[in-house]
């Protein structure tokens, strides 16, 4: 059974930090690509980062310089350094991996950036 568990969200300051985690499990992690999305409310997900298998990572530009995803396909997870968090972050972050034709989701964090 395919798994994959997001956690790391909450309620952060403006201009702080955090790191969501994404873990996988029932497939092989290792060779799958990973992204990141964001939903705001009321809109369609939103691309922010992906990485591929061989750890190439890309983040678009509204969050390049501030986000950085990495992996570690020893503990089958995917991680999203969110810095510099503005109120305009906050949304449910979803991960995704993807292979092919195949593409599994996990059930969203919800980060909320508010002073």
């Known amino acids: 059974q395919v798994q994959l568990v997001e956690s790391g969200g909450g309620l952060v300051q403006p201009g702080g930090s955090l790191r969501l985690s994404c873990a996988g499990s029932?497939?092989?992690?290792?060779?799958?690509?990973m992204r990141w999305y964001r939903q705001f409310p009321g809109k369609g997900r939103e691309y922010i980062a992906f990485i591929t298998s061989a750890g190439s990572a890309y983040h678009v530009d509204s969050v390049k310089g501030r986000f950085t995803i990495s992996r570690d396909n020893a503990k089958n997870t995917v991680y999203l350094q969110m810095n510099s968090l503005k109120p305009e972050d906050t949304a449910v972050y979803y991960c995704s991996a993807r292979k092919l034709d195949n593409e599994y989701w996990g059930q969203g964090t919800q980060v909320t950036v508010s002073s």
């Open positions: 029932g497939f092989t992690f290792s060779s799958f690509g």
